[in-house]
C-alpha cells in the first residue's frame, strides 16, 4: 500500500487554511443567518462558488472543448446523489449553527469519520468489521458525553448536528466513488451547479430575500471559505497521511470555542471537550493499522 509523502511545515500550513476557512465560515453563517435562512446562504455560497469553479476552469482548459471536457460527468446519477446528502447535511450544520454552541456542533460534527466507517460497507461494499463495531460505540459514548441528556435540554440543535455528519459522510464516500471517473473540477462544479439550483429553489417556499448591503461581505466570505477550506484539507491529505492530518483538524475545536467565547459570550463546557476526546480516540482508532486491532 502506498502512502501520501509526510511534509509536516507545508502539511500544517494548509490545515492552518483549512482550520481558518472553517471557523470563517462559522461566523459568517451566523451573521447571515440574522437575516437570510439557509436555503439563501446556501445559494448565494453555491452561486459565489461557481462563478470561482467557471473561472479555474476556463484558466485550466483555455478553449470551449476543453471546458466541456472537464465537466462532462461520467456518471450524472451519483452527482445529483452526492450533491443531495452534500445540501442537507450543509443546511443542516448551518441550522444547527445557531441554535447550540459552536463547541459543541464541532463536537458532534467530528462523528462524520465514524459514520464514514458504518456507512462504508453499504455505500461502498468494504467489510464491516469489529473494529468498526468498537468505534462506533466509542464514538457514540462521545456523543452522550458531548450532548449530556439528561443534564441539559437537547434540542433539535443536537439532532441536526449528528444528522449533519452523516450527510458529511455519505458525501465523502459518494465522492471517493465519484473520483474513480470524474476530475476535481468536475466534482466541483456540478456541486455548485445543482447547490444554486436547490437553494434557489427552496428559498422560494418561505418567500425569496434580496441580502441587504450589510450582509454582502459576509456572503463572500462564505462563498471563498465554502471551497478553499475543502481545497486547502485536500491539499494537506495529499502531503501527508490522513493519521498525521486528522489531529490537526482536531485542532478546530479549542479554537471555535475560543471563537464563542469571545464573540457570543458562550460558556467553556469541560464534558464537551471530554466527550470530543472521547470522538477523537474513536477516530485515530479507526485510521490506525488494522493489524494492530484485536
Not at 119 to 141: Q, S, W, Y
Request: net charge positive.
Amino acid at each position: 500500500m502506498t502512502h501520501a509523502p509526510n511534509h509536516p511545515v507545508k502539511t500544517a500550513f494548509w490545515m492552518c487554511g483549512a482550520i481558518a476557512s472553517f471557523i470563517a465560515m462559522a461566523v459568517s453563517g451566523r451573521a447571515i443567518q440574522t437575516v437570510l435562512d439557509s436555503f439563501e446562504l446556501m445559494f448565494w455560497r453555491s452561486l459565489i462558488g461557481f462563478m470561482i469553479v467557471c473561472a479555474l476552469v476556463m484558466l485550466s482548459t483555455r478553449s470551449r472543448s476543453g471546458f466541456g471536457a472537464a465537466i462532462r460527468p461520467t456518471r450524472p446519477g451519483l452527482h445529483l446523489t452526492r450533491n443531495i446528502f452534500h445540501f442537507a447535511g450543509q443546511n443542516l450544520w448551518f441550522y444547527g449553527l445557531m441554535v447550540i454552541p459552536l463547541s459543541q456542533l464541532v463536537a458532534l460534527e467530528f462523528t462524520m469519520p465514524i459514520w464514514v466507517a458504518l456507512l462504508a460497507p453499504l455505500v461502498l461494499g468494504e467489510i464491516f468489521t469489529r473494529k468498526r463495531l468498537m468505534v462506533a460505540v466509542l464514538g457514540f459514548a462521545g456523543v452522550l458525553v458531548v450532548a449530556q441528556p439528561g443534564v441539559q435540554a437537547l434540542n433539535s440543535g443536537h439532532l441536526a448536528a449528528i444528522l449533519a455528519a452523516v450527510g458529511f459522510a455519505m458525501n465523502l464516500l459518494l465522492t471517493k466513488h465519484i473520483m474513480r471517473h470524474d476530475g476535481v473540477l468536475c466534482v466541483l462544479f456540478w456541486m455548485t451547479v445543482l447547490q444554486t439550483l436547490f437553494g434557489l429553489g427552496l428559498a422560494q417556499i418561505g418567500g425569496f430575500t434580496w441580502p441587504p448591503a450589510a450582509i454582502w461581505p459576509w456572503l463572500a466570505i462564505i462563498g471563498v471559505t465554502g471551497l478553499s477550506a475543502h481545497y486547502s484539507l485536500t491539499t494537506a491529505l495529499s502531503l501527508a497521511p490522513a493519521s498525521t492530518v486528522a489531529p490537526m483538524e482536531f485542532l478546530r475545536l479549542p479554537l471555535i470555542a475560543l471563537v464563542g467565547v469571545w464573540l457570543y459570550a458562550e460558556a467553556l463546557d469541560p464534558l464537551v471537550f471530554a466527550g470530543a476526546a472521547i470522538i477523537v480516540l474513536a477516530n485515530w482508532i479507526n485510521i490506525r493499522p488494522a493489524r494492530r486491532i484485536a
